[in-house]
């Protein structure tokens, strides 16, 4: 048996963590989780800690769930995977079926890959290929949102837009064309003005470009890396309507909001929005198994259908694991928990308690300046100055300073800048997210305002 120091010490010299300066990490302690209980993360030494933000987004239903174990159980006593090149398999014509008739009315086609970046390449290349087929060999150009986040692969990074993670990779990337993201908060006026200001620019884009435009591309309602920035109601009815007026393709990426995280299945389903391109992926699996989706339209669809391969139609896409049976069988059991739950609907009265509470306990604190969010998704964001709205310095490291203690009073969770995010798996209960928000009570004034 290995000891839990030897692991700890074998974490910090052998493994590169994601998003993470080595440096400093090897500076404390790691956290190794072990096992999980419902919306619980237990580490090697028997610690707790609520998953406040769902295991980076994508937990659903909590940890170690009976039905899910199963689910996957049954599947891997049948088969692990199996290639979707030239093969079927039963769990993912299940799920593609099953996609089909939960997302918005048109998303007919589905298109696997394995998480929410290659979803998001899927949509971009597919977009794309579409106009090089329909014969509009100009519209090779994107418009996205200023902040955007769209994964890490190279072309997710072309369409993001935040700075500290995508710039240095600026020579690498394609060109696009950036319409501001609309942030009330930030805004100097009105939520209707901050609408009209960001849909204002898409126009003058689409007028001066639109023939080159192959898509605009964009996070529904919730900019969540951006710092959960929450759009104005009706901007994305707004961009519909623009696409739809230049004619060039809308591609939702619902990777953070999709499955229930904003209190509808789908983001998009607030303003009836119908996308021609939607990439899906977190709370697919409910949170267990890496797997993405790329749904697309009849329209989409059928211009890549072309009597034989030498036709040159064919979407040239693919990866090993695509279709996985693993990932699509434990994706149908947690389909199967929704409707059993009757989630989202049923979740009302949970999100608007947790809106009041978040309200209660941290509106009042002096260097709070902004809850905001929609649904399980929220940024709290702490500035230096609350009337001013004056941002902290970077150097102050406030996000992370205050996360760092909250994680020590038991409750995990992980920062924007200087947004503090709640995003717990829908399965919280009403005493764990008491617990949880008076923990980031706690914290905000332990470490900024005793
Ligand atoms: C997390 C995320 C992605 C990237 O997904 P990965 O699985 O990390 O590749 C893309 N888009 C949005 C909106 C996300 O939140």
């Given at each position: 048996m290995i000891s839990k120091e030897t692991l700890k010490e074998w974490d910090k010299r052998y493994v590169w963590h994601p998003f993470t300066q080595m440096a400093e990490y090897v500076k404390y302690e790691p956290i190794v989780i072990e096992r999980g209980e419902g919306c619980w993360l237990i580490d090697i030494d028997g610690k707790k800690y609520l998953d406040a933000v769902g295991s980076i987004w994508c937990n659903v239903?909590?940890?170690?769930?009976k039905e899910l174990n199963d689910a996957l159980c049954e599947q891997v006593n049948r088969i692990a995977h199996s290639t979707l090149l030239g093969l079927a398999n039963v769990p993912s014509i299940l799920l593609a079926k099953r996609l089909v008739e939960i997302t918005?009315?048109?998303?007919n086609h589905v298109f696997y890959s394995d998480d929410g970046s290659t979803a998001m390449e899927v949509a971009l290349k597919m977009a794309y290929q579409y106009w090089q087929l329909k014969g509009?060999?100009?519209?090779t150009k994107f418009i996205k949102l200023e902040?955007?986040?769209?994964?890490?692969?190279i072309g997710s990074v072309s369409i993001g837009g935040i700075d500290l993670f995508h710039s240095m990779f600026r020579e690498l990337m394609f060109e696009t064309f950036k319409v501001p993201a609309p942030h009330p908060y930030r805004f100097n006026g009105t939520v209707e003005e901050c609408k009209e200001y960001s849909l204002n620019r898409l126009k003058e884009i689409l007028e001066e470009h639109g023939e080159e435009v192959a898509a605009v591309v964009m996070e529904p309602?919730?900019?969540?890396?951006?710092?959960?920035i929450v759009h104005p109601e009706g901007f994305l009815k707004g961009v519909r309507e623009l696409c739809d007026e230049f004619g060039v393709l809308l591609i939702l990426?619902?990777?953070?909001?999709?499955?229930?995280?904003?209190?509808?299945?789908?983001?998009?389903e607030w303003e009836g929005v119908v996308p021609d391109i939607m990439a899906i992926s977190k709370g697919l699996t409910a949170g267990y198994m890496p797997l993405a989706a790329t749904l697309s339209t009849d329209e989409v669809y059928s211009a890549f259908w072309?009597?034989?391969?030498?036709?040159?139609?064919?979407?040239f896409h693919g990866h090993?694991?695509?279709?996985?049976q693993l990932g699509c069988s434990v994706a149908l059991k947690n389909l199967e928990l929704f409707e059993e739950k009757d989630w989202p609907e049923s979740l009302r009265n949970k999100i608007d308690y947790l809106h009041k509470k978040l309200y209660e306990e941290?509106?009042?604190?002096?260097?709070?300046?902004d809850i905001r969010g929609r649904g399980f998704m929220v940024g709290i964001e702490l500035v230096k100055n609350k009337e001013t709205k004056e941002s902290f310095s970077w150097k102050d490291d406030v996000g992370r300073r205050v996360s760092r203690r909250i994680v020590e009073k038991g409750v995990f969770t992980r920062p924007l800048g200087p947004v503090l995010v709640v995003m717990p798996p829908?399965?919280?209960?009403k005493e764990e997210i008491d617990f949880m928000i008076r923990t980031y009570r706690d914290a905000i004034f332990e470490e900024l305002e005793r």
């Amino acid at each position: 048996m290995i000891s839990k120091e030897t692991l700890k010490e074998w974490d910090k010299r052998y493994v590169w963590h994601p998003f993470t300066q080595m440096a400093e990490y090897v500076k404390y302690e790691p956290i190794v989780i072990e096992r999980g209980e419902g919306c619980w993360l237990i580490d090697i030494d028997g610690k707790k800690y609520l998953d406040a933000v769902g295991s980076i987004w994508c937990n659903v239903h909590g940890h170690n769930v009976k039905e899910l174990n199963d689910a996957l159980c049954e599947q891997v006593n049948r088969i692990a995977h199996s290639t979707l090149l030239g093969l079927a398999n039963v769990p993912s014509i299940l799920l593609a079926k099953r996609l089909v008739e939960i997302t918005p009315k048109g998303l007919n086609h589905v298109f696997y890959s394995d998480d929410g970046s290659t979803a998001m390449e899927v949509a971009l290349k597919m977009a794309y290929q579409y106009w090089q087929l329909k014969g509009e060999k100009r519209r090779t150009k994107f418009i996205k949102l200023e902040e955007a986040y769209h994964g890490d692969t190279i072309g997710s990074v072309s369409i993001g837009g935040i700075d500290l993670f995508h710039s240095m990779f600026r020579e690498l990337m394609f060109e696009t064309f950036k319409v501001p993201a609309p942030h009330p908060y930030r805004f100097n006026g009105t939520v209707e003005e901050c609408k009209e200001y960001s849909l204002n620019r898409l126009k003058e884009i689409l007028e001066e470009h639109g023939e080159e435009v192959a898509a605009v591309v964009m996070e529904p309602l919730v900019q969540a890396a951006a710092g959960m920035i929450v759009h104005p109601e009706g901007f994305l009815k707004g961009v519909r309507e623009l696409c739809d007026e230049f004619g060039v393709l809308l591609i939702l990426d619902e990777v953070a909001t999709g499955f229930g995280k904003t209190g509808k299945m789908f983001a998009c389903e607030w303003e009836g929005v119908v996308p021609d391109i939607m990439a899906i992926s977190k709370g697919l699996t409910a949170g267990y198994m890496p797997l993405a989706a790329t749904l697309s339209t009849d329209e989409v669809y059928s211009a890549f259908w072309g009597g034989d391969y030498g036709s040159g139609k064919t979407f040239f896409h693919g990866h090993t694991f695509t279709g996985n049976q693993l990932g699509c069988s434990v994706a149908l059991k947690n389909l199967e928990l929704f409707e059993e739950k009757d989630w989202p609907e049923s979740l009302r009265n949970k999100i608007d308690y947790l809106h009041k509470k978040l309200y209660e306990e941290l509106s009042e604190l002096k260097h709070v300046g902004d809850i905001r969010g929609r649904g399980f998704m929220v940024g709290i964001e702490l500035v230096k100055n609350k009337e001013t709205k004056e941002s902290f310095s970077w150097k102050d490291d406030v996000g992370r300073r205050v996360s760092r203690r909250i994680v020590e009073k038991g409750v995990f969770t992980r920062p924007l800048g200087p947004v503090l995010v709640v995003m717990p798996p829908l399965a919280i209960s009403k005493e764990e997210i008491d617990f949880m928000i008076r923990t980031y009570r706690d914290a905000i004034f332990e470490e900024l305002e005793r």
